[in-house]
Structure formats: structure tokens, C-alpha cells
């Protein structure tokens, strides 16, 4: 991982409601951030004596947020995003790290590049995670390095943007993967049925000419890769972006059988559906796709009763001339780091009455516990001094050009969200601030 | 941006009044007595697929109004060297388009172009999506034959997945109360097509389709997109293809419709072809009085 560095002096978070659900704390307290570690955490006004304070009155205080899925473009895509603009986005959106992908130009999955995406050169202004490739140039015939890459300092393997396909592939990446406590992250789509598809298949798919993706795409995947994880010991096994009921199925099935199975869920997987798409308008188009009403109010109620670990945005920043074409041409993804946690608080907190409480978790302890972040997701005395402060009640406009990232292909472009991120802290050091 | 006034980009969203407009218009249009309704105006036709009978008509529905047109094909133009849909919309409005006639493979292309340039944009045709024009013409034909839409049934028999004519054809329909059979096995015609407009059921079987019915539409199966399927051209032949016997169990005075080109011993027998109630040439004839009125309408002269 690459980290922006430590702040020496000490910095006191005063006044503020902390929300660290890992630690069961939900109160008004005070957090004393010294030497890019959690130094204190007390009742208000306990802790004297800092060098820097931060009013925090009126906010919530919490571990600095943790997004599992990121592209961010480099190497190669640099017209995209790069790993400065990437994590500025991110900082802006309340992440203090961040999990990047591997399908790039070239396809991370070498120590090489492992470490070239750790140089400071990169400019990273929050934490940076490797994924690295689980198949050479995640061609999915033959596994990478996974010892190598773990040494490293990779923090899981996926073909992410493809499935790791072959049954036989996927079964040695996750022994190999148990071996080393590494987990392998899947894309579930089985590329053989949606060959020219370009949205969800159903009804809307078919009154716009569209050829479709089908549920039994992505649950199919899912089930055998469950079945997988249930039968190898150690196997651990990291859902990209679920996005249909019937995959949650599996899943929970895996969970119940006590496999070791975790898996995230995007933003716009839980605030839209295919119906919502107008007239072919590319932003709308990402894949997996956005799904239909039951499979949205599935993962609801999943995110609800504590199913889910993690809220990942799958930020998947393009440059206008890859999307503002045929709509079956253009790029799958959209951006997603700077409206996440808005969207969540919207339609999560304030529509679902999902507590807030729950929400911090998917974006803190949650992600860490799916990658083994040690020291992060929760703000215990000895974490790293990572912080994410935010205003829950505060309503605003998000203004896609005026978006951080490089990219501004959003369908939320204009949309008016409640609840925004007001400071982001990285290793004590105030990265962001609103 | 908003779609140019004019633009004809599908039938879902147009209403029923501004569709007997252009009906009634239609029948006003002679391509024998030239009205100069578009004299000067320059008419862009770019077509992303190769086409006869919608590209010579929209040809000849132009110039018989005075208008110019210059025909842009994917083959041997800039498309062919890699240009963006887009840089192609900005050069042809660049170079004076007044109107852009656009015939693609992908659905949705004619949008795309219509959401970044300021003339009107006709789709004639966008992959599996929408045929506006057919389906206007197909209206136009359904009227002069039976002259009105109250109380019909129509069959459309054949490939309606992957036919942007049924999809038009439907949402046309139906908002005149027309009671629409699509007729089929589930490989083309998936269940979901219900959902596709008001008043629309599935069936397999061809008798359940024909029973009762004014019109008879039929498509052409194209062998390439059977192969891949689990049915085969004999199966489908036996099942599904339009013979006298067949069309004897439709209403004495049906008529057969067929969007084209046919394929003789496939969808349809000969003598059904050539048959009386056959008006596969009318809709042909009617392509043209129909496209003029499009056309017409896209420069705010269709009064
Ligand atoms: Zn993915």
C-alpha cells in the first residue's frame, strides 16, 4: 500500500458524535489523533492539551471510510483518472483508503507493478491498496504470483471487469488463495451468456433493442464460486458488486454454512434499477448492470439485516469520448467515490431508516474485516489515525463538473443528496476539508 | 440537448394525434405530382447498414419535395477510417444538413445524434429497437385497406425479437386499441414482449394467432440467427410458415404484410406472396408518400 505520510503533531476531534461501530461506540465523544495513530478516545472534554483542534459540533465522527473497489485508471488510462485525481475524488467522498484494480494498461499482475503503484510519485493523497491480477494480464488461464504478490503487499487477487471463468482456474485460485489467507475476488458474469449485452435483461431491455444480461449470469457465478469456497479449506471468497437477488442467495447460503464468503454492494445497485434509464443515456450504463426492483429491494433488505459487508463503489471513471457514443458501444462504469456515502445516508438512512450506525459499518469495519485491514475501520486507541467527519443532516447538490475525479460520467449528475463528508483524515493529517 | 423539432427518433414516445397527422398528411403526398415543400434543403442520408428499400425511398420522398440528398455510406467513408458517430453528426451538420436520415446497427444511435446536434434527425432504423418509418407506412397501408384501426386484430409472425419493424409496429398499434398476436417459438418471442405496449399477448401456436384476424404480418427469419437456437428451419417452416391453408384460418378479407425482403418458402409460400391478399408491394408504394410527410413534418411544413 502507499500511504500520503503521518502527521507528527496532534490533533484533537472535539465536540463530535463518534460512530465507530467495530469498537460498539455510538456517543458523543472526543478523539485525539498523535504520531498518524488514535491516541485517546474519551467523554467530551476529558482530553487536554493539543496542538490542533477540530470542531467537530453538530457531526459525526467515524473510521476513516474504506472503498474495496476503485479503478483508478493507472498505469495507462491516464485520460481516465489518475491516481492523484483518483484518491482526491476519494478524500472528497470521505475515503481515507482506497482498493484499486488491476485492469489496467498493463494488467497489474506483477511486483513491479505492485510497487510502482505504491511509489509517492503517484501523488496519492489517501491510502492506496493494491488488487492484484489472479491470472496473468487476467487472461484467466494461468495464476499469478499470489505468494510473491502478497509479499508485496497486494491485498487481494481478482480479474475484475471479467470473471475468473474456468472452473478449474477458479478452484486453484482459491486453494492457492486459502494458502495465504489472501482472498480472491470475483466478477460474477458468466461471459458466455451476455456476449453483446448491454443492460439488464427484462422488460425494458428488450422494448430499447437491447440485448440483455440475464440474473443467471451473475448468480450462476456466484453459486458455483460459493459451493467452491464451501468445499477447500481456508478458501476465502470476496463478491464483487452483487447485484441480483438470486446471487444474494447463494451467498447467504455460503454465510449460513460458515464458508468463509463476504461481498459488497454498490451505491447505485441499491438507488436505481433499469426502468431508471433514459434514452440510452450511457451514465446509466455499468456492469454488473443496474438490475430490477425486486433484486434492488433484495439487497435492501440485505444491507438491513447485516448481510452485507460493504458498501464498494466501483468507481469506474471514463473520459467523454468512451461514453457519449452507441450506447451498446460505449464503456460500462460510472463514478461513484464523491456520491457514495450521500447516496447511502438518502436512500439508505433517511428513506429505509436504516440506522446510521449500520451505514459507518459498511463503510469502515465492514471492508476491513472483507480484506484484513489491520489497524483501520474502527478508531480503537493504537488505529491508524484515519477519520472521516461528516454532516448527516446537511443537504446538497452534487455538481459532477465540479467533480474531483478526472472523469464525470455520473448518472447523479444534479441530483440534490443528504448527508456530506466535511473532513477527510488520513494518518492524523487533514486531507479534505469541505 | 433536447431533440430538433421534427426529429422522428421512434414511435413509443409520439402520440396518436401527431401520428394520424402524418398519416392524414401522407395521403396528401404524390410522389407523381412534385410539391417543392424542402426546395433547397439538404437531406443527409447516413446509413451505418446497408439498405434498399428505406434508403431509395427516403431517395425519392426527398427529391420529389426539391430537396437535395446526399447519401452517406459506412463503406468507403470517413465511418469506414474509425470516426466517432458523433465527429460524422458534427461534419455532415457542418457541412449544411438540414435534416439527417440515419440508418445504424446499434439501438439508440439516432439519440445519441439527435441529443448533440441542432437539426432534425430521422432514425430509419436503429438495431433491434425501432423502424418509425415502416411502421408509420404500415399504418398508412392498414388504413387505405380497412380504413380504420377500430375493432382490428393483427398477427405478426416470425422473428420479433430481433426486428426493430415489431417493435414499432406495436407501440403503434396498440395506442389505436389494435389487439396485436405475436406469434412464434420462445427463442423469437420471448414472454417479456408482452410488456412491450397495451393490448399485446404471446402465442406458439398459428392458429391461435390467425383466428379472427385482419392482418397478417410476417417477418423474415434469418437463417443466421436460427442456427445459434434450438430450432431448426424445417421446424420452423412446419410450425410457422404462411401457406393458403394456413391463411384460410384468418379473416376472409385479411391482408399480408411483410416489411421485407421476403424469403419465398421460408416465412411465406409463393402463392401467398403473389397471392391477393398480399399488399407486400403496397407497402412498398406507400413507403414513399409516407417518408415525404416525415420529412415534411422534420422542416415544419406538414400543414
Ligand atoms: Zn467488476
Redesign the interface.
Known sequence: MTSPGKNRSSLLIKGGHLIDPAARIDAPMDVLLKDGRVAEVAPPNKIKGADEKFDARGLIVAPGFIDLHAHLREPGQTHNETIATGTAAAAAGGFTSVCTMPNTVPVVDSVEWIEWLCQPERGAVVNVFAIAAATRSSKGATLTDFRALHTAGAIAVTDDGKPILEDGIMREALVLGGELNFPVVQHAEDTRMTENCSMHA??RS??????GMTAAAEASIVERDVQLAMQIPNARLHVAHLSTADALKSVRRGKRAKARVTFEVTPHHFTLTDEDMR??DSNYKMNPPLRSASDLEAILVALADGTVDAIATDHAPHAA?EK??????AAFGITGLETALALSITRLHREKRIPLARIVELFTAGPARCFDLRGRGSLVRGSVADVTVFDPKKKWTFDAAKSRSKSKNTPFDGWQLTGKVVATIVGGKIVYSA | MNPARGSLLGIEHLEAAEILRLLKFARRMNPDKPRPLLKGKRVLLLFYEASTRTRSSFEIAAKSMGAHTVLIQSAGSSIEKGESLLDTGYTVRAVGADIIVIRHPNAGAPYVMAQHLDVPVINAGDGLHEHPSQALLDAYTILRNKKTFKGLQIAIVGDIFHSRVARSACHLLSKFGVKIILCGPPELVPDIATTIAPGVRVTRHIEDALRGTDVVMLLRVQKERLSGMKIDLPEYVARYQMTPARLKMAKKDAIVMHPGPIIRGLELTSEVADGTQARILEEVRNGVPTRMAILARAMGKMR
Open positions: 427484462g422488460a428488450f422494448r430499447l433493442g437491447l440485448r434514452d440510452y469520448h457519449e457514443m452507441e450506447f451498446e458501444r
